[in-house]
């Protein structure tokens, strides 16, 4: 079965500041990739995905995302964080074959003071 | 157009008692998820549905919980005798097929505490 990890529980950063939070899986196969983001008070949205391709992925409102397969890695990055940006932060992972549901790490939680 | 829809938004009951979960899909999206989003287990899967095929219930953590999804659109968790560590946020999400490289999208969840 699948596992993801993610190393950082809490995160606190100035307005302006770069932002790498660190996501590992443990899977022998093909996965696809996904960072979803949970603001105060709202419900779970993708913030972005990786399926196959070009390794370095852009999503929304600024964010990215390096997929590196020899370390099993899927790091988010944004070069410069808002105060909008406070959230929690989920990395996830489905398998190619085998059970269609996503695996989801413990979450980093993200704050951004002004 | 309307997102995954989950009623009722909080539900507060006492141990012992039954209490059922709502989904609504977004239209036309065959695959559904039920998760549960709780402090000391995190965001864990619990049930899947495809189209017609049997779901994927091995996520259930025990025989007191089930669920059904009738007409391939809405769907019911049913918690039975309710114990307190079932308190948690139940999360449904929807996906268009059920392939890996679809999206799910999510509800915003129903809020369950056991008292």
């Known amino acids: 079965a699948q596992s993801v990890s993610q190393h950082n529980h809490h995160v606190i950063l100035s307005e302006a500041a770069s932002l790498e939070l660190g996501c590992n899986y443990s899977?022998?196969?093909?996965?696809?990739l996904f960072w979803y983001v949970q603001y105060p008070g709202q419900h779970l949205q993708l913030l972005l995905k990786?399926?196959?391709?070009?390794?370095l992925v852009k999503g929304i409102k600024g964010f990215e995302a390096e997929f590196i397969k020899s370390k099993f890695s899927f790091n988010l990055r944004k070069p410069s964080v808002q105060w909008s940006d406070t959230a929690e932060y989920f990395c996830?992972?489905?398998?190619?074959?085998?059970?269609?549901?996503?695996?989801f790490g413990s979450g980093t939680r993200l704050q951004v003071q002004p | 157009g309307a997102g995954v829809s989950q009623s009722p938004s909080n539900k507060v009951t006492e141990k012992g008692k039954d209490v059922e979960l709502r989904c609504d899909p977004i239209s036309g999206h065959t695959a559904l998820y039920w998760y549960r989003q709780s402090l000391g287990q995190g965001l864990e899967f619990l049930i899947y549905?495809?189209?017609?095929?049997?779901?994927?219930k091995s996520g259930l953590p025990s025989d007191r919980f089930s669920a059904e999804r009738t007409g391939g659109s809405v769907s019911t968790l049913t918690i039975q005798r309710t114990q307190q560590e079932d308190s948690a946020v139940y999360l449904c999400?929807?996906?268009?097929?059920?392939?890996?490289?679809?999206?799910?999208?999510f509800g915003a969840g129903t809020r369950l505490s056991v008292l």
């Open positions: 549905f495809q189209g017609n095929s049997a779901p994927d």
């Open positions: 999400a929807s996906s268009s097929d059920g392939t890996a490289g679809n999206i799910q999208y």
């Open positions: 996830a992972v489905i398998p190619f074959t085998g059970r269609r549901a996503l695996t």
């Open positions: 990786y399926f196959s391709g070009d390794p």
């Open positions: 899977y022998g196969g093909t996965v696809n």
